[in-house]
T-cell receptor, first 116, second 116 residues
Framework: AQKVTQAQTEISVVEKEDVTLDCVYE???????LFWYKQPPSGELVFLIR??????QNEISGRYSWNFQKSTSSFNFTITASQVVDSAVYFC?????????????FGTGTRLQVTL | DAGVTQSPTHLIKTRGQHVTLRCSPI?????VSWYQQVLGQGPQFIFQ???????GRGNFPDRFSARQFPNYSSELNVNALLLGDSALYLC???????????????FGAGSRLTVL
């Protein structure tokens, strides 16, 4: 069975600090996809990034960067120079080839609070 | 363009009652998924429908049912409500059903159900 662990329940930082959100996943499949979603107070989950298991190239998008390491089954997310608008709950998720359905297995989320 | 819309946004029911939640996917999206998010937890997969057929079902009792209509909108029904059914119910849509795991889901803001 697959599992996603986000050990950090809540992180508080002061604006402009860098912050890294950790994600560790478990699966026996060799082909899978990893996702990060952001959930602001309004409730809807906002897609941030998707990575497949064969692409370990790290990615930077503006202030966001992702570090995918298969050797440690980790897919960490870093926000550089955090801003108050980054305050939200961030979810890491795993998706497998089920042969039938498309479904995400989410972690429990990390609440990020950015203050002035 | 309208995103994924859900109704109602909030509702309160008592134990034993029945509830129907509605979802309209993004125009052109043929796949709809339902997730349950209990407070403080990550979303859990309930159902996926594609072209009006059930493609997948999560580990939920038979009290939970869903259907998809010819216009691709969807309903989630929950019978004999229990206190533990109190949660945010999220609907997500995607263009197609990609069981490889690559699907990027677009989520609605959810329907918050409180069972008293």
């Amino acid at each position: 069975a697959q599992k996603v662990t986000q050990a950090q329940t809540e992180i508080s930082v002061v604006e402009k600090e860098d912050v890294t959100l950790d994600c560790v996943y478990e699966t026996r499949d060799t082909t899978y996809y990893l996702f990060w979603y952001k959930q602001p107070p309004s409730g809807e989950l906002v897609f941030l990034i998707r990575r497949n298991s064969f692409d370990e190239q790290n990615e930077i998008s503006g202030r966001y960067s992702w570090n995918f390491q298969k050797s440690t089954s980790s897919f960490n997310f870093t926000i550089t120079a955090s801003q108050v608008v980054d305050s939200a709950v961030y979810f890491c998720a795993l998706s497998l080839n089920t042969g039938t359905a498309s479904k995400l297995t989410f972690g429990t989320g990390t609440r990020l609070q950015v203050t002035l | 363009d309208a995103g994924v819309t859900q109704s109602p946004t909030h509702l309160i029911k008592t134990r034993g009652q029945h509830v129907t939640l509605r979802c309209s996917p993004i125009s052109g999206h043929k796949s709809v998924s339902w997730y349950q998010q209990v407070l403080g937890q990550g979303p859990q997969f309930i159902f996926q429908y594609y072209e009006k057929e059930e493609r997948g079902r999560g580990n939920f009792p038979d009290r939970f049912s869903a259907r998809q209509f010819p216009n691709y909108s969807s309903e989630l029904n929950v019978n004999a409500l229990l206190l533990g059914d109190s949660a945010l119910y999220l609907c997500a849509s995607s263009l197609r059903s990609d069981y490889s795991g690559a699907n990027v889901l677009t989520f609605g803001a959810g329907s918050r159900l409180t069972v008293l």
